[in-house]
């Protein structure tokens, strides 16, 4: 752990079948006031409490129970929309609300923490909290959230990824964690039940490349890198039994903490982190707004082929920790480049066995398109310092 760190995570947890008791008591601690987001249909279609009742009435309900007055955002679009935000800020602010209630996957999560923070600021927030990612310096307002799709690891971060479409940008924030990440996050795993496989898959993906984004960075002997391997590891066993039985709660439970631990910030700690790969599909989630996940795992092996050698000994490591690819006899460079390519492949096939397309045109990319989504951002904490030549590059090897 060879670099300083300071770590503090702010938000409670409530995990399991039961989890939904401590919604009351959450509750309690703020003023009567509530502004519930969520996103198109899926709240009205989620099992909880009585029979026959939806999460929807149910979480309405224990909301009057608590006597709140409540406020309501519908339909945020699954990677929200600038507009959806500026909406929700109006609502907040007129309201006077005294608590953001986000309930559904990422999207409605990031939503509610952009309102809570553009809600009292002054100005385009647009261009001041995620063009030119400016400090925060009006009233917050606090955010809890009721999880029904396991992924980004919103939950307990404070990361807020917005839509404009009007300039063709995706741009993610992470806000202050102790004020921004949800102050409490109830994780029930039956909720993911109803998530469509294209959408489930489409977590697991994202989930296992935000452990990469983290773990393919440095070459010290960090805890960091052995807890990642741990959580890899854990999401590849739990994603295959949960394929072949999406109701399987051991591995849909499993699943869930994976998300929440990938990117709750503990995996960064002493890490510099990469998160190219992230850039490269916010600025394609710009253009074809596919599903995040997806995005993700299209460009990722042509990343890390186009990377690994840069980073050998760490591509190496990971073939043989997490897929359990074996060294052969021979010896050289030769040998570990091999070894570690066969750790790409199977990271490929691993993707390819959940059902996810292959390449970018099946997501609706076009090659005119390709130029322009190699003008992402480049952050340069990974193996290789990339130039818009070589995100085109890696674009054209997996259009
Ligand atoms: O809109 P509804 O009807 O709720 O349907 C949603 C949506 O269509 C559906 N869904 C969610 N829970 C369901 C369900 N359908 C049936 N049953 C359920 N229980 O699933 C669809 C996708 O939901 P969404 O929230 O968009 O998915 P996800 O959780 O993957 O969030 C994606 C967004 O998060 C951002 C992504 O860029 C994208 O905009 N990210 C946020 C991060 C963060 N806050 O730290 C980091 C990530 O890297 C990521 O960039
Ligand atoms: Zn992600």
């Keep these: 752990m060879i670099r300083d760190f300071s770590y503090q995570n702010p938000t409670w947890i409530h995990f399991g079948k039961s989890a939904m008791e401590k919604l009351p008591m959450e509750l309690s601690q703020y003023g009567e006031r509530v ?6 249909s899926s709240i009205k279609r989620i099992p909880c409490g ?3 009742q939806s999460l929807y009435d149910h ?7 608590a006597g709140k007055r409540v406020v309501e955002l519908g339909g945020v679009s699954a990677n929200p929309r600038y507009s959806e935000l500026l909406e929700g800020a109006r609502l907040a602010r007129e309201n006077r609300v005294d608590l953001i209630l986000a309930v559904g996957g990422g999207s409605v999560i990031d939503c509610a923490k952009g309102i809570s923070c553009a809600a009292y600021a002054e100005g385009d927030v647009w261009e001041r909290y995620y063009v030119r990612q400016e400090k925060v310096n009006n009233p917050i307002i606090p955010v809890g959230s009721i999880l029904t799709m396991a992924g980004t690891g919103s939950e307990m971060n404070s990361g807020s990824v917005i839509t404009n479409e009007a300039q063709r940008l995706k741009i993610g924030r992470v806000y202050p964690l102790a004020q921004v990440a949800p102050r409490f996050s109830i994780l029930n795993p039956e909720f993911t039940y109803t998530v469509p496989r294209y959408q489930m898959v489409s977590g697991i993906a994202d989930i296992f490349s935000h452990l990469m984004e983290q773990y393919f960075s440095d070459e010290d002997d960090c805890t ?3 807890l990642i391997e741990g959580v890899m590891r854990s999401l590849i066993s739990a994603s295959r ?7 399987d709660y051991e591995a849909r439970s499993n699943i869930m903490w994976c998300a929440t631990v990938a990117l709750n910030k503990l995996l960064s700690l002493s890490k510099t982190e990469d998160w190219e790969v992230h850039m490269i599909e916010h600025q394609l989630g710009a253009y074809t707004d596919c599903a995040h996940g997806i995005g993700l795992a299209i460009i990722s092996p042509a990343y ?4 690994y050698r840069y980073g050998l000994p760490r591509f190496v490591r ?3 920790q997490v897929w359990g690819v074996e060294e052969s006899k021979e010896q050289g460079a030769k040998n570990q480049e091999q070894i570690a390519l066969a750790g790409i492949d199977c990271l490929e096939a691993f993707f390819r066995e959940l059902g996810i397309p292959s390449t970018l045109r099946e997501v609706g990319a076009t090659e005119e398109m390709l130029p322009q989504i190699a003008h992402s951002t480049i952050l340069g904490g ?3 310092i990339l130039t818009a030549d070589d995100i085109e590059t890696i674009l054209r090897a997996c259009y």
């Design 382 to 384: 990974g193996y290789k």
């Design 224 to 226: 960091t890198d052995y």
């Design 318 to 320: 990971f073939a043989q």
């Design 50 to 52: 009585a029979e026959g």
């Design 35 to 40: 502004l519930l987001v969520y996103g198109k």
């Design 241 to 247: 039994k949960a394929i072949q039985n999406p109701q």
């Design 59 to 65: 979480v309405l309900q224990v909301l009057r129970a």
């Design 304 to 307: 890390y082929r186009h990377i």
